[in-house]
């Protein structure tokens, strides 16, 4: 994997569309630091090339003749991992696979060319995206698990008492995000203070992303829409491709979903959520920032803690891609500094902090 930066990252295409691998390669073909190695129409022919071509990064269709990308993926994982890069349609059916991808050890996912993304756009996204991949650090094996109510964990705490109306956990994430967001929410008891959530993800994907936590979390969670309030015992994720808000009325908070240029080059931004924060809910909030490229949440960040928040972040360790939590903690806008399977713990200890006082 090309993590020196001095040479070319190489990447193979994976898709039974000859359109589409050539939109791909062309979206990729001006970057300096970015080599097109070779196509594939199918997993077979990928298998293949992947022995022959040594690609650091993988695209991948997840709609495929002989095999889909999802079985092609866990084979993948589980003999040869290497970073992946989805590459799904935006129907329902199509982007709920995606998220299972991600699930099986994906790193990014990203809408196919149309729709409300355009070439333009995909040539912004997709090289920001293989990127992220080659700088990733896999698990080395896929995450098969159903997603159902009946493997849910523990929570942390498996109760206490109703979360206190005024503080707000917000929580921003990049590559690897929607498994890490996966494992936190997982493991929060139902009766957690509301939550505002901003995970880089095209539009679609974060609906499905959204209802797939709704089915595996105790606490209900859902894409947010304009005006939702945000309360105990629910998630608001926001949508793709729209800026998510805090705001506050009387003693009630509530999101605005919302148009407007991208931030830190990302629609949804965490800047733009946490900046929110920090004016909405001051020292009540309590904010968190996971594994992600780039320095989006990070300015955010430290105006929340300026603003008297307590702020966490995810270890170098445990990180998919640690780029946003070392912007956070190098800016000294993070508290504490913990690993992924540790984070559930500290936001209930620090939920039943501000409860108390």
Same mark, same amino acid.
């Given at each position: ?9 190489? /990447? ?9 691998? $050539? ?5 990729? *073909?001006?970057?300096?630091? =970015?080599?097109?190695?070779?196509? #594939? ?8 090339? =992947? ?11 997840? %709609? ?10 866990? $084979? ?10 989805? =590459? ?19 790193? !990014? ?23 992220? #991949? ?22 942390? +705490?498996?109760? +206490? ?6 503080? @707000? @956990? ?19 008891? %139902? ?31 859902? %894409? ?6 945000? #309360? ?15 705001? $506050? ?5 509530? /999101?605005? /979903? ?16 946490? !900046?929110?924060? *920090? ?9 968190? =920032? ?8 990070? %300015? ?15 270890? !170098? ?15 000294? *806008? ?24």
């Amino acid at each position: 994997m090309n993590l020196s930066g001095t040479q070319k990252t190489r /990447v193979l295409i994976v898709d039974d569309s000859a359109i589409v691998r $050539k939109v791909l390669g062309e979206a990729l *073909a001006s970057q300096p630091d =970015i080599e097109v190695v070779g196509t #594939a129409p199918d997993p077979y022919v990928a298998r293949d090339k =992947i022995l022959s071509l040594h690609p650091d990064v993988l695209t991948l269709d997840i %709609e495929m003749p002989r095999m889909d990308g999802v079985t092609f993926l866990k $084979k993948l994982m589980r003999f040869h991992p290497l970073p992946v890069v989805v =590459i799904s349609s935006l129907g329902q059916a199509s982007s709920k696979t995606a998220i299972e991808a991600l699930q099986c050890g994906a790193v !990014e996912v990203l809408a196919k060319p149309g729709g409300p993304y355009s070439v333009g756009e995909l040539k912004d996204d997709l090289p920001q995206k293989i990127r992220a #991949a080659a700088s990733a650090r896999l698990n080395g094996k896929a995450q098969d698990v159903p997603v159902t109510r009946t493997i849910m964990r523990e929570p942390v +705490v498996r109760s +206490v008492t109703a979360a206190d109306p005024a503080t @707000i @956990i917000a929580i921003g994430a990049s590559t690897g995000g929607t498994e890490a967001i996966r494992q936190v929410l997982m493991e929060l008891p %139902e009766s957690s203070p509301g939550i505002v959530i901003v995970q880089h993800i095209p539009p679609v994907f974060s609906t499905a992303f959204a209802n797939r936590l709704n089915d595996i979390c105790r606490m209900q969670v859902k %894409e947010a829409r304009d005006g939702d309030r945000v #309360a105990s015992g629910v998630a608001l994720v926001a949508p793709g491709n729209f800026h998510m808000s805090l705001r $506050k009325r009387g003693s009630e908070y509530y /999101v605005a /979903v919302h148009d407007g240029p991208r931030v830190c080059y990302q629609k949804p931004s965490v800047d733009v959520l946490f !900046e929110s924060v *920090a004016e909405a809910a001051k020292a009540n909030a309590i904010g968190v =920032i996971l594994t992600g490229m780039g320095a989006d949440g990070a %300015e955010g960040m430290l105006r929340m803690k300026k603003a008297g928040a307590r702020t966490i972040a995810q270890d !170098e360790a445990s990180c998919v891609v640690y780029g946003m939590p070392r912007e956070a903690v190098r800016l000294g *806008a993070v508290d504490r500094t913990l690993p992924l399977e540790r984070i559930a713990g500290e936001l209930v200890t620090m939920s039943l902090i501000a409860q108390r006082n």
